[in-house]
């Protein structure tokens, strides 16, 4: 079968690998898509983080070549001898969350904070830019008549928005601010909008992405190379709003997100970062302000919890998957139409790949 393969840095092939058998506690699932993300890019560009390549992944027991892709779905077509939840031919989005189940954070049910834990897709255990992959039953979860296979791919994006909100607290009325409306960015911006957000500021500098934000739910979208998106914000929100998610990766967004909180305010830190960046604790101390990182969602044994909760929120409507997809691209081309377009700064917010 057909996968793409991260061989090393700027050495990404589409070619055939060997099909893995299925445990008993395992499925087998036909791909229909997979979205590409901004850390199958880092891995790409600037790769390998988080793939492993000289110490084996302690739980995969996999180095590079691996297959990537770790937001998927597809159809169930083989079943483990032991799986009762899951039967062939159910649609499901796969929660790509990889745990040992024997540290502290498993034992508490935290799963995605498990210490030897990783992605699939990133970390080895299959990949989603393929035909088709083997993954445990649990991180399956099934898909609703109402939301497409294809939207299934969507569900591991759209759970991390929905996460970050829910460790935020953002209760309705709230006024809330977004820096940066990528892929994740337009996440959150609909998961506030859905958690009953009074008003929502964005602050992004590419138009499509702030036509997007609109659409998401933005109330107000700044763009920050024109004017000063906190004195926008703290002019019209009376010294700040309630909470504030820092979703483009750099320092200047991350000091905006802590200074356009109010005293007292939340500051969500969503992105992974590059480089170190120089913060001013006087911003937080003086102003009580509280800073939380948030990363990815609950999985493992807990995967219907996270994702089922995104899928009903697409399911009803509360949340739109389609307005975030701007291309759809046959695995073949994944390179040259996905990863290198994404990289040239195009106007593309999610690209599907569909094998
Ligand atoms: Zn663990």
């Not at 898909?143 to 460790?167: I, K, M, N, S, Y």
């Not at 957000?197 to 964005?202: F, H, K, M, P, Q």
């Not at 995967?303 to 995104?310: A, D, E, I, P």
Request: charge should be negative; aromatic fraction near 6%; glycine fraction near 12%.
């Amino acid at each position: 079968m057909r996968a793409a393969v991260f061989h090393d840095r700027e050495d990404v092939r589409v070619e055939e690998i060997a099909r893995d058998d299925v445990g008993a506690d395992e499925v087998r699932i036909d791909l229909r898509a997979a979205g590409i993300c901004g850390s199958d890019l880092h891995e790409y560009a600037a790769g390998p983080i988080f793939v492993p390549d000289e110490t084996p992944h302690p739980v995969t027991g996999e180095t590079a070549p691996i297959p990537m892709g770790h937001e998927f779905a597809g159809v169930v077509s083989e079943v483990g001898s032991e799986v009762e939840t899951l039967t062939e031919g159910d649609p499901v989005a796969v929660n790509p969350v990889i745990w040992d189940g024997t540290c502290r954070y498993c034992d508490e049910g935290k799963y995605h904070l498990c210490v030897n834990g990783g992605f699939v897709g990133l970390s080895g255990g299959g990949g989603g830019f393929a035909e088709e992959t083997v993954v445990p039953a649990v991180s399956a979860v099934p898909l609703p008549d109402g939301v497409p296979v294809e939207h299934g791919a969507l569900v591991e994006p759209f759970t991390v928005g929905v996460h970050a909100v829910r460790r935020a607290n953002v209760r309705a009325g709230d006024s809330v601010a977004v820096f940066g409306s990528g892929p994740i960015g337009q996440a959150v911006i609909q998961a506030s909008w859905a958690a009953g957000a009074g008003e929502i500021y964005v602050s992004e500098p590419q138009e499509a992405r702030a036509e997007m934000a609109v659409d998401s739910g933005a109330d107000v979208v700044v763009d920050p190379t024109e004017s000063d998106p906190v004195e926008r914000i703290t002019s019209e929100s009376d010294g700040g709003v309630d909470a504030t998610f820092e979703v483009a990766g750099i320092e200047t967004t991350v000091n905006q997100s802590i200074n356009a909180a109010k005293r007292n305010g939340q500051v969500t830190i969503v992105s992974i970062f590059e480089d170190e960046v120089s913060v001013h604790p006087n911003d937080v101390v003086l102003g009580e302000r509280r800073i939380s990182g948030t990363l990815a969602y609950q999985g493992g044994p807990l995967s219907n919890v996270s994702f089922g909760r995104t899928i009903r929120m697409m399911e009803t409507g509360r949340l739109d998957p389609e307005l975030l997809v701007t291309s759809r691209i046959d695995l073949d081309d994944i390179v040259e139409e996905g990863f290198e377009r994404l990289l040239g700064g195009s106007e593309e917010v999610k690209i599907l790949v569909e094998p």
